[in-house]
């Protein structure tokens, strides 16, 4: 495998996590606005780092890159992050 096919699957490989890490703070923004003023990236940053953390942890643990598991780990694991940084403390 060349350098260019290694970066391409580490690319896809990583895709799901930036992806939802782009798409789930903008979408809790349309709705909770008020609360999430002024957390723009960083909110969409702890997201990324967190599903990506998610990532590597379902490929170590189940031995292959894909499983269903993981990536409903990734959407549990990407909507506690969004909780917790934007309402954290709240009642």
């Not at 967190?50 to 409903?72: E, F, Q």
Request: aromatic share 12%.
């Amino acid at each position: 495998m060349g350098f260019l096919d290694a970066l391409i699957h580490l690319f896809n490989f990583l895709l799901p996590a930036l992806g939802l890490a782009v798409l789930l703070p903008a979408l809790a923004r349309l709705f909770w606005w008020r609360t999430l003023k002024g957390m723009g990236w960083v909110l969409a940053s702890r997201v990324a780092l967190a599903g990506v953390i998610v990532l590597v942890a379902g490929l170590l643990i189940s031995g292959r890159d894909g499983a269903m598991s993981t990536y409903a780990a990734l959407v549990i694991s990407a909507a506690l992050v969004v909780w917790w940084t934007g309402f954290k403390g709240r009642a």
